[in-house]
């Protein structure tokens, strides 16, 4: 009894100096900056970014990956020596590896083969190892698999991003973005504007409007291919695309469990040509290269704000600048590539273009 004590007590320590470690990441990185987009002061609607690329990792995936830590932290299902292993090719990938190592554990990524060398050499140079599947349809299968063998712990970012989040309060992103408009000339946003890939971030903001009663609404955008804004469109929850989502970050060919519709007040869908038009365009006024995701936002973005001028309202709309653009050179920002995939930015790029002089949207 006097060792199984001791040794209780030693895997008790090392958890809480693990979570003491995760804790101080987030103390470390503050907060993330509020910046404002360009439009013209006499609209009477102003838009923001909330910039999530100036995490340690690049991302707001850092947020969920920090959460998903802490979470299986305090359930006890990560000690001093589990493997993390985790199913994602992208940026959540590269957070966990991140947080893995900070804590001296192993992390593996199940990804497709078709995986960019970019990604896996940002994962691989955060600490991990990159586990390739030849279909990407059984990446999670796959990662479950490799768990159960290796005796360790399948983070599974679409499950638990709903509930790892502290929605309440306690310095997440929704509370963040309150707080930082409180000086502005529109403080209570009308809009707020997210992607969903686990859901985890719709989830928490949805929620915590309600719960602090503000009048701000939730708008989730979804790109092609992805599973959500169908589901939500016919209620139906069940359907499958059968197809990746070409936007990193944002999409699934399923609901995923962490995605909780009840908390949205619209979905956009947008296509994929549609988001790297908005991308291109928001990286030459911005002076700085954003991602997709960040595109198919403020695709989403425009639209509310052209339907509020449209409606003679005021007020501002906040949305997510998720990474920078620097992991896209040879996918988003060539064109090459946006050739071989088939798409016509020119049509969006004007729509864009005519709104930003106009006010008005025509998408």
Request: hydrophobic share 40%.
């Amino acid at each position: 009894m006097e060792q199984l004590d001791r040794c209780c007590n030693e895997t008790r320590d090392w958890v809480t100096e693990a979570i003491g470690k995760v804790a101080a990441d987030a103390n470390r990185s503050a907060d993330t900056h509020l910046l404002p987009f360009p439009l013209p002061v006499e609209w009477g609607i102003d838009l923001y970014l909330k910039d999530e690329s100036v995490h340690p990792t690049g991302s707001l995936k850092h947020r969920l990956a920090r959460s998903l830590f802490l979470y299986a932290l305090c359930n006890g299902w990560i000690g001093e020596h589990t493997t993390i292993v985790e199913a994602s090719s992208g940026s959540t990938a590269v957070s966990e590896a991140y947080f893995a190592r900070m804590l001296g554990l192993p992390f593996v990524a199940v990804m497709p083969a078709s995986t960019s060398h970019e990604k896996i050499a940002l994962i691989e140079f955060n600490g991990g190892k990159c586990h390739l599947v030849d279909d990407p349809a059984k990446v999670v299968i796959e990662a479950k698999w490799l768990a159960e063998d290796l005796g360790g712990h399948f983070m599974d970012q679409f499950t638990y991003a709903e509930r790892a989040t502290d929605w309440r309060g306690n310095n997440n992103i929704a509370e963040s973005i309150h707080d930082q408009l409180r000086l502005e000339r529109h403080p209570e946003p009308a809009w707020i504007v997210v992607g969903a890939g686990t859901g985890g971030t719709s989830a928490t903001i949805g929620r915590y409007l309600r719960y602090h009663r503000y009048c701000t609404k939730l708008a989730v955008v979804d790109p092609e291919n992805s599973a959500f804004y169908q589901a939500w469109k016919t209620l139906d929850f069940t359907a499958r695309t059968g197809k990746g989502s070409r936007i990193e970050g944002i999409g699934r060919p399923s609901v995923e469990p962490s995605f909780l519709p009840s908390v949205v007040d619209r979905m956009i869908s947008v296509p994929d040509a549609a988001s790297l038009a908005a991308m291109r365009k928001a990286s030459e006024l911005l002076g700085r290269r954003v991602g997709g995701s960040t595109g198919t936002n403020l695709w989403g973005a425009f639209s509310l704000i052209g339907e509020m001028r449209a409606a003679g309202q005021t007020g501002s709309v906040v949305t997510l600048l998720c990474d920078g653009g620097e992991r896209y050179a040879e996918t988003y920002y060539s064109d090459e590539w946006v050739a071989r995939q088939g798409m016509d930015l020119a049509p969006h790029t004007r729509t864009v273009e005519s709104f930003l002089s106009t006010g008005t949207w025509t998408g």
